[in-house]
């Protein structure tokens, strides 16, 4: 049942059991507010319901219903409860709950099925969603590298040299001057303080040089006040990455950037979803 008032007094008015996608056109980035949807749909559904924006920001986990599982480990068998999708529900909240006697396993983290990759039974299980109509480029660095498999780091400049390469290959209509790059960064980061840094730098391509404009919308800061060690609050980028996937979108950028976070409580569905939307995955070496 979900616990916004609206969807709650729907359901009352209906008399009905109720059961519908998300908002939106299939593969792209899921709605977090009523423009969102009026903007992708419009035209196509007789109303919209505004309850005002997600609290969460992304969509919900989504478990395997067919029941507790079993899995050998070391010789010892476990009883398992697999995640097809992590969503608003962490998994350290259902660990949590479940405690030790079970043990909660997330798709393409932790197991890998490749009957249930080919045919999907959940929404997001396929590999390209959640994208917007330009390019989507995801960032690893720092702490986030020990979640990738590459050990392969690229400098700054590289990486602004490549994205440059394949925009202004991709580009119809002749040379342009300049590429807008939208960018979804952690308010303060080392990525965000480099290419603040930076201005609008020229990068020289194959085919000249060219400028990039930055088109910055922040995902907030994942700590508290100026203390940047402990536990980061992952839940504001969470809540942030879909309105700023659509925003950036919708002002026509090139391409978008955005900046990972660590794959732990709300922000293993943030990196789920930008996975999914992202074209290519760079690991990159950021100056002190």
Sequence with gaps: MPSHPVARAL???????????????????????????????NGRVGYIL?????DVGVESTVVDGLGVGKRVVEEEEECVIRVL?????????????LGKGIKVLVHRRDYRD?????????P??????????CPVY???????LAHTHSTEQISLDVFLREVSEELTAESVGGEKESLRIGLLSLTGSRLTRALSEQGR???????????????????????????DQGEEDLSEPARRLFDGLISLDRAKVDA???????????GLAFMNRVRKAAGKVCSVALPD
Excluded: F
């Excluded at 992590?86 to 350290?92: C, D, I, M, Q, R």
């Excluded at 490749?114 to 959940?122: A, V």
């Excluded at 910055?216 to 508290?224: A, K, V």
């Excluded at 978008?256 to 709300?266: L, S």
């Design 114 to 122: 490749e009957q249930l990759e080919n045919q999907p039974t959940t």
């Design 201 to 227: 730098p020229q990068v020289q391509t194959s085919t000249g040089s060219i400028h990039l404009d930055w088109v910055h919308l922040p995902l907030g800061s994942t700590y508290n006040g100026d203390n």
């Design 124 to 133: 997001g299980m396929k590999y390209r969603h959640y994208s917007p109509t």
């Design 256 to 266: 978008i950037v955005v900046e990972g976070v660590a794959e732990e409580r709300e």
């Design 11 to 41: 359901i009352a008015i209906s008399g009905l059991p109720l059961a519908a996608p998300s908002a939106n056109t299939s593969g792209r980035p899921s709605p977090t507010k009523a423009e969102h949807v009026y903007h992708d749909l």
């Design 85 to 97: 999708r992590p969503g608003g529900v962490t998994v350290e909240e259902m660990q949590a709950v």
């Design 50 to 54: 505004d309850g005002g924006p997600c």
């Design 138 to 144: 995801l960032v690893m660095s720092g702490r986030q």
